[in-house]
């Protein structure tokens, strides 16, 4: 069955910075491209970013272009979100996804995310 | 605001059909045929439901359908169930990146 756990999750001061984790398992985490998207407190969702199952392409939302940084590890089954210089409105559930056909097929339970 | 646009509410009652529009541009939903929607329960992540304008993954009710005309897509839920009632997103692919509806609430009466 596949999974993904979201954790990395917390309170963080305007312009901290968090590193959110995504553990994969139950599928070949290697031949899957993943995403992030977000959802602000009572609001609609919001794709992040997007990276490729080998790394080579990576995309951000303009919303977090220069301060946030997607990864993954392979070897590992993980997917990472670097955040830096967080502002109030990145305040957020951020679920991990699993990309098919353009479409997120799995997702994570979400790790909440608070800045203040 | 939203790149896609969605009615903020819909409602039908039980057994009843049920049409939910999703308005984008010809760069993302009229430009691509990767409209996907996405039903979320409160306090749970989202479940993708139809992907490809049309396609439904395993194990997704052939109650729930897809379609697009132009910049405009659909996703009718027919036969309405109580489990149905959920908010309902639109996605769509728009060239190195995807953009969201606002979402839309479904009651079912």
């Known amino acids: 069955e596949v999974h993904l756990v979201d954790s990395g999750g917390g309170l963080v001061q305007p312009g901290g910075s968090l590193r959110l984790s995504c553990a994969a398992s139950?599928?070949?985490?290697?031949?899957?491209?993943m995403i992030w998207v977000r959802q602000a407190p009572g609001k609609g969702l919001e794709w992040v970013s997007y990276?490729?199952?080998?790394?080579?392409?990576?995309v951000y939302a303009d919303s977090v272009k220069g301060r946030f940084t997607i990864s993954r590890d392979n070897a590992k089954n993980s997917l990472f979100l670097q955040m830096n210089s967080l502002r109030d409105e990145d305040s957020a559930v951020y679920y991990c996804?699993?990309?098919?056909?353009?479409?997120?097929?799995?997702w994570g339970q979400g790790s909440l995310v608070i800045v203040s | 605001q939203s790149a896609l646009t969605q009615p903020p509410s819909a409602s039908g009652s039980p057994g009843q059909s049920v049409t939910i529009s999703c308005t984008g541009t010809?760069?993302?939903?009229?430009?691509?045929?990767?409209v996907s929607w996405y039903q979320q329960h409160p306090g749970k992540a989202p479940k993708l439901m139809i992907y490809?304008?049309?396609k439904r993954p395993s194990g997704v009710p052939d109650r729930f359908s897809g379609s697009k005309s132009g910049n405009t897509a659909s996703l009718t839920v027919s036969g309405l169930q109580a489990e149905d009632e959920a908010d309902y997103y639109c996605?769509?692919?728009?060239?190195?990146?995807?953009?969201f509806g606002g979402g839309t609430n479904l009651t079912v009466l």
């Open positions: 139950g599928f070949m985490f290697s031949g899957y491209s």
């Open positions: 996605s769509s692919y728009a060239g190195n990146k995807w953009v």
């Open positions: 010809s760069s993302d939903v009229g430009g691509y045929n990767y």
């Open positions: 990276i490729s199952s080998d790394s080579n392409t990576i």
């Open positions: 490809e304008v049309t």
């Open positions: 996804a699993r990309e098919t056909a353009y479409a997120f097929d799995q």
